[in-house]
């Protein structure tokens, strides 16, 4: 289970949320990474998108500055939030442990902001439009290639609990298809105390997908998120390598 990961004092901060309310974030003391792009394709992962969903950014993106004035030497908080978030500006102020700060609106973006736009999205991005309860705090490490993440669930009681993300490729219908699955189904149903989602892919009707996870041979189990990534082709009998792969453990 990740640990809390404290806050520095000079940093900015980048929420993005869903219209379904989840919420992934970040914390950035340097300043200079391109935190939407990250955002967008961590939520990809997280929420099984066929794409980073970059159209969310002109309406639900929240940002908070905490910089040092160089004349007063004192750290100063600048924060704002698109209309379409304002209403989440409690949580906004927990995660970025920012008291009772009142957020500022920021200029809605006309023509990037076209709600009815926005809503032709649904039909093919609909995870985006329900709510997994989902806050995400997303870092990079020390070095710029990996990420860091911590799901929290429910936003109502901020438990910090695990999720997993799921990927079980196939390779077309079958008794033995039938019966991995029955298996898998089983034993995450017994042994993982926490959510997950599992996805089945046929790699006979979607060879890209296969390709894309870098899939060779079935079945393969692809553990999405949390990071990293990892798979097991092959023996999916084993409960110890499975539960090895997740991070899971046996009941006592």
């Avoid at 040092?68 to 379409?84: G, H, I, K, Q, S």
């Avoid at 989902?134 to 990079?140: N, Q």
């Amino acid at each position: 289970m990740p640990e809390k990961l404290p806050l520095p004092q000079l940093f900015k901060g980048i929420a993005l949320f869903t219209p379904g309310g989840d919420l992934i974030y970040c914390i950035d003391p340097s300043k200079k990474g391109r935190w939407h792009l990250h955002l967008c394709t961590t939520l990809q992962e997280i929420l099984d998108l066929s794409e980073p969903p970059h159209f969310l950014v002109p309406y639900y993106t929240a940002t908070i500055d905490h910089w040092l004035d160089p004349r007063t030497e004192e750290v100063r908080t600048f924060a704002e939030a698109y209309p379409a978030v304002m209403r989440h500006q409690a949580l906004l102020n927990s995660i970025f442990e920012a008291g009772d700060r009142v957020w500022q609106a920021a200029p809605w973006q006309d023509g990037l902001c076209d709600r009815f736009v926005m809503s032709t999205y649904r039909s093919t991005f609909p995870q985006l439009w329900e709510d997994h309860d989902l806050i995400v705090r997303a870092d990079l490490k020390h070095s710029h290639s990996s990420f860091r993440s911590s799901v929290i669930l429910p936003k109502q009681s901020q438990e910090k609990v695990q999720a997993y993300v799921l990927r079980l490729f196939v390779a077309g219908k079958s008794a033995n298809t039938e019966r991995i699955l029955k298996t898998l189904y089983d034993l995450l149903e017994r042994y993982l105390t926490y959510p997950y989602t599992l996805k089945v892919i046929d790699v006979l009707s979607h060879p890209e997908q296969a390709e894309v996870n870098q899939v060779s041979a079935t079945p393969t189990l692809v553990k999405v998120y949390p990071l990293p990534i990892r798979r097991m082709v092959g023996d999916l009998d084993n409960v110890e390598r499975i539960l090895s792969m997740l991070g899971a453990k046996e009941p006592a």
